[in-house]
């Protein structure tokens, strides 16, 4: 087992309830080094094309990271992965909290999950052992009632517990995957993924923290970038939150305002970070917010995390329930033309309660305002509300009935992409979506290599895929580390520029992989640049890690979510940016006028896929590419990728092509080179746990094979030190709610 890791992933099969322990080489952890490029790997492996995403046969995995649960900041993200049911593409999200280092405490890498459960359960896994149980007690309640009952029931606050909301029980397009109640894996809808299986929640606890090779080199690293912290260019993310860009974008003309009528909102000054900090976080009213109203991740320095509350009037919210990102901020304010502070901070929390993605959930909702104000629905559409930009009290009742799938919240559960096809009369004009997936508050007339990023990027628009224009010429230092060294000028879209966009994306990417917070590891602002995360990733592992190989890494991603998008005929033609960043100039602000040109567009797209080595046409990745990434298992000439699921069902809304091209006919399923120890063995061989009755028994009592070694696993840090590591903020939630986690 190669150090970092724990060397077990956990397999479930919700169908059946059986469950079994896979322990891959070493090999395996080099290739794809964690989160979002292992969880692929089974996909691909496992899945077939036509699957319904919201069928059995959807595969639904979800990593940690190589660094997680060592003492460095930023390391303890999840990422999940499955077919999309927002998409039909590669669905992909990633979250943090505690979750995830807890899960590697317990014992896990990742967690494998297939079928469908008959009933409602969660999943309990204690230090190695694990096991299904009935959570029927659970289904249709919010996310905070469900971790306080499971607290209750394990009997233990530091269970960490990963679960849906109401929403995605709900089956809501964009649900989310949420944990601590307000922490998301947000995008693509892989929410509803979990409620199409039953799987309310997993909840985990674990005690044995991963060994690492070089401690002495990792601990170095970790009290430089703690020391850092306060003067480093991440601070104001610290005490502000991403709420802190509201005031930059929209100086710079790039606020998405009117469903991306503007890139300026008027009354910005009133959903900005600095007003967040001074009158509606936690301990505001003593001056006591940093204290009280920041929290962070497992160990990071950096607490970037909103604590917000309402304490009365029709916008009352707990706490709990965090605050507003950057993204809500906009999409719930700006987008929709609210100023209302206490309305945002509402539906953050409705979102976070019934667990949906504030990103597609605000958008959709400015898009019906925008079809609303223009006349392309009315009241028989919309169940007699009046839907206007401004209005802040239709905004919550509309995230409300979302959740719920009230009325006509039950179209707009939908996305808004399924719902213009729904409704017609031109309503597709207004759409801010690729993919099908709404797009984030960043826009591609002000930074162009965004345009890019959102027409190829594999599971939609993305806003934490690449590295944004401005710090091309902000960061030539970090950026000559990726091999970067000639910064162009702001609305450039030339062939430098889409080289940036390409080689940023194969550095987020792997970032992704290795599963890191992209606000403490990247290329330009983070805290540690590209050449430390190299320098962790070797410590904790022992590997020789270099730039190049981590550039690798993500680039493998990626062009394993091309191939996954290839099998399902999803190609180049399903990157059209939306007609209003064609068609429609902005309008006032710095950025009055900007518009993005079709053919500029067309000609970098053609450079990117050129760049990328993807077929120019179709898009998908060739034969040569695949198997220059180690991905040769991708690749079968002469056979087609079976067309349909083991469930004989075509998924509604997964586009389809009619012919493939040949390209797309090289892209299927075959045993894949990195061999497993589990794929040596025969399948009877791999289940170490018994299929047992969803009983309500203590898990002291489970049988295992998997059982750790206490003896190999000595903490990397002293207690004491990881303990003073924690925030006060956690300290605080504890003490002000009994029922939650005790840090
Ligand atoms: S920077 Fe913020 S989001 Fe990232 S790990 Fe730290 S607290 Fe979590």
């Not at 967040?276 to 006591?288: F, I, M, P, S, V």
Request: one cysteine or more; hydrophobic letters at 35%; a positive charge.
């Amino acid at each position: 087992m190669p150090y970092g890791y724990t060397g077990k992933i956990l397999h479930v099969d919700l169908t059946t309830g059986k469950m079994h322990v896979e322990q891959p080489q070493p090999d395996f952890y080099r290739r794809y080094m964690g989160g979002s490029a292992m969880g692929l790997h089974y996909l691909l492996r496992d899945m077939r094309a036509g699957t319904d995403p919201l069928g059995a046969d959807n595969v639904l995995a979800l990593f940690n990271g190589l660094l997680t649960g060592t003492a460095i900041s930023g390391q303890s993200r999840m990422t999940s992965v499955a077919k999309s049911p927002l998409t039909g593409c590669i669905g992909d999200s990633q979250g943090g909290g505690f979750f995830p280092a807890e899960l590697k405490f317990a014992g896990f890498d990742g967690i494998v999950l297939r079928g469908q459960s008959p009933r409602p359960v969660y999943l309990w896994i204690k230090d190695g052992e694990f096991e299904l149980r009935d959570a029927s007690h659970l289904w249709g309640r919010i996310t905070g009632d469900v971790e306080d009952a499971l607290h209750a029931e394990l009997d233990d606050n530091r269970v960490e517990v990963l679960q849906i909301g109401p929403a995605g029980e709900n089956l809501v397009r964009y649900a989310a995957i949420m944990s601590m109640s307000n922490r998301a894996n947000g995008r693509t809808g892989l929410g509803a993924v979990m409620g199409s299986k039953k799987l309310k929640a997993i909840a985990v606890r674990g005690t044995h923290k991963p060994e690492v090779a070089d401690k002495a080199s990792l601990m170095e690293l970790t009290k430089w970038g703690a020391k850092m912290v306060p003067t480093s260019d991440v601070a104001g993310l610290g005490k502000y939150g991403t709420a802190e860009v509201v005031s930059g974008q929209h100086q710079a003309g790039g606020l998405p305002t009117r469903n991306f009528t503007s890139g300026s909102f008027d009354d910005w000054e009133k959903i900005d970070g600095t007003t967040l900090y001074d009158t509606r976080l936690k301990g505001a009213e003593n001056g006591q917010q940093d204290r009280f109203g920041r929290d962070t991740c497992y160990s990071c320095a950096v607490r970037c995390k909103r604590v917000s509350e309402v304490a009365e009037g029709p916008y009352k919210t707990d706490h709990r329930y965090g605050g507003p990102e950057y993204e809500t901020l906009a999409t719930f304010g700006s987008y929709c033309a609210i100023d209302d502070l206490d309305a945002i901070i509402r539906a953050n929390a409705l979102c976070n309660m019934y667990g949906m993605d504030t990103i597609s959930c605000g958008a959709t909702i400015a898009w019906a305002m925008e079809c609303f104000e223009k006349g392309r629905i009315g009241l028989e559409d919309t169940g007699g509300l009046t839907i206007r930009y401004g209005d802040a009290a239709m905004m919550v009742k509309l995230t409300e009935m979302i959740g719920k799938r009230e009325g006509f919240g039950a179209l707009l559960a939908e996305g808004s992409a399924q719902a213009a096809k729904i409704i017609g009369r031109g309503t597709d004009e207004f759409l801010i979506t690729s993919k099908g997936q709404e797009a984030p508050a960043h826009m591609p007339q002000v930074k162009r290599s965004l345009a890019l990023v959102y027409a190829a990027n594999p599971f939609g628009a993305d806003h934490q895929s690449s590295e944004h224009d401005p710090s091309y010429k902000s960061y030539p230092e970090r950026m000559a580390q990726i091999g970067l060294d000639k910064p162009q000028e702001q609305l450039a879209l030339n062939e430098e520029i889409v080289r940036y966009a390409m080689v940023t994306q194969h550095l987020y990417s792997a970032l992704d992989s290795i599963n890191v917070c992209q606000f403490v590891f990247g290329p330009a602002w983070q805290l540690y640049d590209t050449v430390q995360l190299a320098q962790a990733a070797s410590a904790v592992t022992g590997w020789n890690i270099t730039v190049p190989e981590l550039l690798e890494v993500g680039e493998r991603r990626l062009n394993m979510m091309r191939a996954f998008n290839a099998r399902e005929g999803i190609g180049r033609e399903s990157g059209a940016l939306p007609k209003k960043f064609m068609k429609h100039p902005l309008g006032g602000g710095k950025s009055d006028g900007y518009v993005i040109d079709s053919k500029q567009f067309e000609e970098a797209l053609n450079t990117y896929y050129r760049l990328c080595e993807w077929d120019s046409v179709t898009g998908y990745p060739t034969p040569a590419k695949l198997n220059s990434l180690g991905l040769g298992w991708l690749v079968v000439n002469g056979k087609k990728a079976p067309a349909k699921s083991a469930t004989g069902k075509r998924p509604a809304r997964v586009k389809v092509a009619a012919g493939r091209s040949a390209a797309a006919k090289k892209i299927v399923r075959k045993k894949p080179v990195v061999k497993t120890a589990a794929a040596k063995k025969p399948a009877a061989k791999k289940v170490v746990a018994k299929q047992k009755p969803i009983a309500r028994k203590p898990i002291a009592k489970a049988k295992s094979a998997s059982k750790p070694k206490p003896a190999a696993r000595k903490p990397v840090v002293k207690a004491k030190a990881a303990a003073a590591r924690r925030p006060a903020a956690r300290k605080t939630a504890a003490k002000s709610k009994p029922a939650a986690r005790k840090r």
